[in-house]
């Protein structure tokens, strides 16, 4: 699947699927002299006359991987590749709509670690992370975390176009970052930066994103 950013910037950027969804909206609100900067990355649920039809008592995290998992299955994904139940995106005619819930929070810290808030759990990016290698862009290093699944993936850190790799021997590429050299696009959606995730990645798609977005703020930031 692959993901269109509204904007050049990933921190402030609707990010719609090739079917025009708009599953993701990642925001970052400017900040006052040694304030500290967040991001909030939201995750759309399905809704009909904008009202949320999930059920309250389940799990936010739940409902939104639902969300997901049914526009994955309108496509014909492998089901060995979704964990979860969903409804379909379309379900008895009604329309996905794109209803926002809170995802993940980033705060970057200057003088502090940096935390990402997720899952209900809150973890510093220097325990997320561990640098590995050295990349062409600069003295950067190559990051790697441990996703969801228990396996290890590795950013591979490039100026323009990052990608991500499985961490072993295969160094299978899970996702990529495409950025076009010019920014001034008029149809994002044709020509404009995207993140693409290969089916590989799909059962971690949560994962991919969130750290995806952590590790641009040190581009565009």
Known sequence: MRLFLSSPSALNSYYWTEAGHPLYKVETPPVTLGGTRRTFIRRAV???????IGDEKRELNEELNDSLTSYLQSRSASPSSISTSSYSDTNDGRT???????LAHIEYGTFKPSRILYAGQEVHASNLFRSQ???WYGLSRHKVFRASDGCEYRWVI??????????????T?????????????????????SLQIYPEG????????????????????
Do not use: M
């Open 46 to 52: 399905e809704t009909v006359d904008g009202v949320w």
């Open 96 to 102: 996905f709509e794109g209803h926002f819930a809170h």
């Open 133 to 135: 290698g050295w990349s």
């Open 158 to 171: 490039s100026s323009q176009n990052p990608k991500l790799v499985s961490n072993d021997s295969s160094k």
């Open 173 to 193: 590429v899970i996702a990529r970052f495409h950025c076009p050299k010019s920014r001034f696009i008029a149809k994002p959606e044709l020509f404009g930066s």
């Open 202 to 221: 799909e059962h971690i798609f949560n994962d991919i994103l969130i750290t995806f977005v952590y590790l641009r703020e040190a581009e565009e930031g």
